[in-house]
């Protein structure tokens, strides 16, 4: 995925304009108006519209870099079945670490959202490896733990005093994690 951030870095030390930019990426159903919005959008980080595989490659001719240079790969686990808190505490752990430490980190940490976290963050290694990224010098950029609520069929009831009765909310959460190129 195009990194808001690190392509308007690159086109600011490299001189390259907006429309430089956008000339390279104008394809067939996409004027130079288009792709001037378009170019616009990507550098602020709003990425409408997304910009695709082939997009990213002409940007980095453009910009005469390597896509990696100007890409981030990001994976998610949607309704981890947990408490976004509890995720947050070994999210927190790995943020800024190389993508090896990292993997050490959770290997070694005795919580039990430690294997969510490892696998979504061996996923996200495994796209950037499949973009042909440098895997030795990835590390991880964001951490991100949003709730989701209650997870689906757990409403249930205990039993309390005086005929009361309290719910059990069993909670999930979403695992984000990107990692890019140092």
Excluded at 96 to 102: I, K, L, M
Aim: proline share 4%.
């Amino acid at each position: 995925m195009l990194s808001a951030k690190k392509l308007k870095e690159v086109s600011k030390r490299q001189g390259v304009t907006v429309e430089q930019l956008a000339r390279s990426i104008a394809r067939g159903g996409m004027n130079m108006k288009d792709a001037v919005g378009a170019v616009k959008n990507w550098q602020r980080g709003l990425f409408r519209p997304e910009p695709h595989a082939d997009d990213v490659k002409h940007l980095a001719e453009a910009l005469s870099v390597e896509p990696a240079e100007i890409s981030d790969w990001h994976s998610s686990y949607q309704y981890a079945p947990m408490a976004a808190r509890k995720v947050r505490l070994v999210a927190d752990l790995i943020m800024g670490r190389t993508v090896q430490d990292a993997i050490d980190t959770l290997k070694f940490t005795r919580k039990r959202a430690a294997p969510m976290v490892d696998k979504v963050l061996k996923a996200a290694m495994a796209d950037a490896d499949e973009q042909q990224a440098d895997v030795d010098t990835l590390y991880v950029k964001e951490a991100r733990v949003d709730e989701a609520g209650i997870r689906l069929g757990t409403k249930r009831w205990i039993p309390k005093d005086r005929g009361r009765a309290h719910p059990i909310r069993k909670k999930a959460c979403h695992i984000h994690v990107t990692v890019s190129q140092a």
